[in-house]
């Protein structure tokens, strides 16, 4: 079954949140890189610190650009959605695999779904 005007509505809605949310989280990520660029300029900076502190901020940086990537798939995904949505919104909800419905219920939980719960669970057991 077609998703409603409404349900389509919503879930675009749903993915414009959810790429606002993504892209002010990379706008953060870049903030960050650039203070810590910022902060590290000089030579002095590698004799002020222990050893064990630069340690730390290179695994906080580690973990940021880990984040930041993660984020950019993420970002990704649901521009890929959007392109889904505007280019054939008759056929939005409907499963990459088998053409079956993906659901309502589903991509409310995750809007750029682009299948079926059974077709996802096949590719992650074949994985």
């Known amino acids: 079954m077609a998703l409603t005007k409404k349900q389509l509505a919503y ?3 749903r993915l414009l949140n959810e790429r ?15 203070a810590n660029r910022d902060s590290g300029d000089t030579d002095l900076a590698v004799y002020t610190d222990h050893m064990a502190d630069q340690g730390t901020e290179a695994q906080e940086r580690e973990k940021a ?5 993660k984020e950019g798939r993420y970002l990704y ?15 939005f909800g409907n499963c990459h695999t088998c053409g079956a419905d993906v659901g309502f219920e589903r991509l409310d939980a995750l809007p ?7 077709c996802k669970r096949k590719e992650e057991s074949a994985a």
């Open 11 to 13: 879930l675009e809605k």
């Open 20 to 34: 606002a949310r993504a892209l002010k989280a990379i706008g953060l990520f870049d903030k960050m890189a650039k």
């Open 65 to 69: 650009a880990s984040f930041a990537t």
């Open 77 to 91: 995904r649901l521009e890929e959605a959007l392109r889904r949505l505007y280019n054939d919104p008759k056929t």
């Open 112 to 118: 750029h779904a682009r299948y079926c719960i059974d």
